[in-house]
């Protein structure tokens, strides 16, 4: 039995004393957008790694792969836009490649009613992509009308 499954008895059999019955516990299944924040998170961090290791590697070793890296970045950016769209692209590269300074200071982003909004993680851009999809469905169902 893994390390998990002893786990979860556990938890029944706690819950069971608590409760003096019998209980099963169900595994809530992920939703699909579950899945994909999960998935985009993991790229987020993944990309967010990538550029450190190119600071490193070009700060304290001076070795410039900016030639052979671009191709990649290429295609990773293309993959964005086809899948986000030219705004929320933006958005993403903002995160990406422009919000840490190197002294690690964060630049803010600006909203339109001139506040700023904090992205301290890929999840907060991951909700501030789907509060900007939810908007853009608004607009054009109101266009539809």
Same mark, same amino acid.
């Given at each position: 039995m893994g390390n998990n499954e002893e786990h979860v008895n556990g938890i029944k059999k706690s819950i069971d004393n608590i409760l003096g019955t019998d209980t099963s516990l169900k595994r809530k299944k992920k939703s699909e957008d579950d899945t994909n924040r999960e998935r985009f998170e993991k790229i987020i961090q993944t990309l967010e790694e990538i550029e450190v290791r190119s600071m490193i590697l070009g700060g304290d070793l001076n070795l410039?792969?900016? &030639?052979?890296? /671009?191709?990649?970045? @290429? $295609? $990773?950016? &293309?993959?964005?836009? @086809?899948?986000?769209?030219?705004?929320? &692209?933006?958005? =993403?590269?903002?995160?990406?490649?422009e919000r840490m300074n190197p002294d690690g200071t964060a630049n803010g982003l600006q909203n339109d /009613?001139?506040? =700023?909004?904090?992205?301290? &993680?890929?999840?907060? @851009?991951?909700? @501030?992509?789907?509060?900007?999809?939810?908007?853009? !469905?608004?607009?054009?169902?109101? !266009?539809?009308?």
């Open positions: 410039d792969f900016t &030639s052979y890296d /671009e191709k990649f970045y @290429l $295609v $990773v950016d &293309s993959l964005f836009h @086809l899948h986000f769209g030219k705004e929320a &692209s933006e958005l =993403i590269f903002f995160y990406l490649y /009613e001139g506040e =700023i909004v904090e992205l301290n &993680s890929p999840i907060d @851009l991951w909700y @501030l992509l789907k509060a900007m999809q939810d908007r853009e !469905k608004s607009g054009k169902a109101k !266009k539809k009308s």
